[in-house]
């Protein structure tokens, strides 16, 4: 069974930084893509951010979060990473990892994280 | 950026009742359509991909139909576990993008 476990969500202030982390398990972890969605309070679901599987890193991020926000995989410990920087108000969110069932074609997402929470706020 | 519209954004319902909800493009996404189930205070649950294929240990009560920028999903007898809120996203072309979800609530 796919688990996915989220971590690293805390209260920031704006401008500040966090890191997110996604243990996998139950999985060949480089065999498939990885992604970022978010949720804010009370609101919908806001694709994030993606990185195909193996070792290329090929990425794809929504223009709210480019050049703020990375995606990132370490295989060997089967991890996902979403480094935020200048955080901003906006950005505050639950935040999940999700599997996607391929290795970088078809981007929906079949199994989710639990979900952190990022809250940004002075 | 292609658009995903849902109607309604809130259903009452009784249980045992059938539900319709509709997803809409801004433009085709051909089949690339997938549908979630959000409970409260849970993760998103993958229901259907390719508009109308039903995920592992998906119950038959769920299908999915449609195809271009028109998309139905469809419960045949709602049950008590049922009650969440869906959402559609499309994954043919980026940035992916979610609908802004339809809320199913006992009536």
């Known amino acids: 069974e796919v688990q996915l476990s989220d971590s690293g969500g805390g209260v920031v202030q704006p401008g500040g930084s966090l890191r997110l982390s996604c243990a996998a398990s139950g999985l060949t972890f480089s065999s498939y893509g990885m992604s970022w969605v978010r949720q804010a309070p009370g609101k919908g679901l806001e694709w994030v951010s993606s990185i195909i599987g193996g070792g290329t890193g090929n990425t794809y991020s929504a223009d709210s979060v480019k050049g703020r926000f990375t995606i990132s995989r370490d295989n060997s410990k089967n991890t996902l990473y979403l480094q935020m920087n200048s955080l901003r108000v906006e950005d505050t969110a639950v935040y999940y990892c999700a599997k996607n069932p391929t290795w970088g074609t078809t981007w929906l997402f079949d199994s989710w994280g639990q979900g952190t929470l990022v809250t940004v706020s002075s | 950026e292609i658009v995903m519209t849902q109607s309604p954004a809130t259903l009452s319902v009784s249980p045992g009742e059938r539900v319709t909800l509709s997803c809409r493009a801004s433009q085709s996404v051909s089949s690339n359509l997938a549908w979630y189930q959000q409970i409260s205070g849970q993760a998103p649950r993958l229901l259907i991909s390719?508009?109308?294929t039903r995920a592992t240990g998906i119950p038959v009560r769920f299908s999915g139909s449609g195809s271009g920028a028109e998309f139905t999903l469809t419960i045949s007898s709602l049950q008590s576990e049922d009650f969440a809120v869906y959402y559609c996203?499309?994954?043919?072309?980026?940035?992916?993008?979610f609908g802004g979800g339809t809320k199913v609530e006992i009536k």
């Open positions: 390719g508009a109308s």
């Open positions: 996203q499309q994954y043919n072309n980026w940035p992916l993008t």
